[in-house]
């Protein structure tokens, strides 16, 4: 890990940075962590009557930054197992509601979904039986102790509540790994999982509604809670819901139904020379030692050959990068996700042997995926 706190226009402070993995500190998880410390402090005075107000707000604030800090070693938890299956990891990100380890690949397993999804839950379940260990041989009075405490709760209050079985929490993501398991199917496991995140935050919004209707002390204290945790874990499932969506392959939609062909010229050919012989064909730039020097980019190859028609086209060729290439056997869902992950409109499509089969642009697969090719 360095440490580092620098801003970052994305998700907003970066504190570190685990193992490449920026972890990123919102600035919503300011505005919980003030409603933590006002909310608490009241409630010191229960367990240390003898606090005073400046005690009081000293320990809140402690326990909001254990809370904090329990989420953190819960999303790292996530990380590492993601890493070591060999899984990128954009960032690392906490926020008003909890954090988010944002895995840049879906995991290609149900086994390596479920084992991810549970290791924050994990993580959490360990140190709260740690404090709980340790809570054991103190008295039960000080600061200390309450300290202890609040590491235990905070970090039980993450466990149970990331294992509730719905979308998008790690309960919902272990309910979609089995489902996923059984019928072999992940579209299935994650409308599954979604409809659970859907009972989630109705059953969040039932409690509150019965402490409303009982007038239990705390009913708009739960009723704030539970709204806006019943929103993040609906709005979550539906954004899951339209993310496998957006994955989905259409039945009877093959890869080369989307594929342009492609034609070979030699890099030197004049760039306005290339744009004729394209003429909407996918065009790979091969030198004199027939190494490819890239695909030709007819937005660049227009634009060169207006200044300059006899110049060299790879000039305007876009290099071929390991994760532009597709294999022509490579499943649907999978393509569709590597186009979405990577930086590039058109893509080398390849056979078994490494032989160029056609150039897969952006703009055709969203069309083809929307039915409008």
Do not use: K, M
């Given at each position: 890990m360095s440490a580092i706190w620098t801003p970052d226009r994305e998700g907003g402070l970066l504190l570190f940075r685990f193992r490449g993995v920026p972890v990123l500190l919102s600035p919503s998880w300011w505005v919980g962590s003030v409603a933590v410390i006002v909310l608490y402090a009241p409630l010191v005075s229960r367990f240390l009557p003898e606090a005073t107000a400046v005690v009081s707000i000293l320990l809140a604030a402690a326990f909001a930054?254990?809370?904090?800090?329990?989420?953190?070693?819960?999303?790292?938890?996530?990380?590492?197992?993601?890493?070591?299956?060999?899984?990128?990891?954009?960032?690392?990100?906490?926020?008003?509601?909890?954090?988010l380890a944002e895995i840049t690949r879906t995991p290609r397993r149900p086994a390596h979904e479920g084992v991810i999804a549970a290791a924050g839950p994990a993580v959490s379940a360990v140190l709260a039986a740690l404090c709980g260990f340790i809570l054991l041989f103190m008295p039960a009075e000080g600061p200390v102790w309450l300290l202890v405490l609040e590491c235990a709760v905070a970090n039980v209050a993450v466990a149970v509540f990331n294992l509730l079985p719905g979308l998008p929490l790690d309960g919902g993501r272990m309910l979609r790994a089995g489902v996923w398991a059984v019928s072999g199917d992940r579209g299935v496991g994650t409308r599954a999982a979604v409809v659970g995140g859907w009972l989630v935050a109705g059953l969040l919004m039932l409690w509150a509604l019965w402490g409303l209707a009982t007038e239990s002390p705390d009913r708009w204290l739960r009723l704030g809670?539970?709204?806006?945790?019943?929103?993040?874990?609906?709005?979550?499932?539906?954004?899951?819901?339209?993310?496998?969506?957006?994955?989905?392959?259409?039945?009877?939609?093959?890869?080369?139904?989307?594929?342009?062909?492609?034609?070979?010229?030699?890099?030197?050919?004049?760039?306005?020379?290339?744009?004729?012989?394209?003429?909407?064909?996918?065009?790979?730039?091969?030198?004199?030692?027939?190494?490819?020097?890239?695909?030709?980019?007819?937005?660049?190859?227009?634009?060169?050959?207006?200044r300059s028609p006899m110049a060299p086209a790879e000039q305007a060729a876009e290099p071929i990068r390991p994760e532009s290439v597709l294999l022509d056997s490579e499943p649907g869902e999978d393509i569709v996700e590597r186009v979405q992950e990577t930086a590039a409109w058109q893509f080398l499509v390849v056979d078994q042997d490494g032989r160029p089969a056609g150039v897969l642009r952006r703009e055709d697969l969203r069309a083809g995926l929307t039915g409008r090719r």
């Open positions: 930054i254990l809370l904090g800090a329990s989420v953190l070693a819960h999303e790292l938890g996530h990380c590492v197992v993601a890493l070591h299956l060999g899984i990128p990891v954009r960032r690392l990100r906490l926020f008003l509601l909890g954090g809670v539970c709204a806006l945790t019943a929103w993040f874990v609906a709005s979550g499932a539906r954004g899951e819901l339209a993310a496998d969506h957006r994955r989905s392959w259409p039945e009877g939609l093959t890869l080369a139904d989307l594929t342009r062909p492609i034609l070979q010229l030699p890099a030197e050919s004049p760039v306005a020379d290339a744009l004729s012989a394209a003429a909407g064909r996918g065009v790979v730039l091969v030198r004199a030692d027939g190494v490819a020097a890239g695909l030709l980019d007819p937005y660049a190859a227009e634009r060169l050959a207006e």
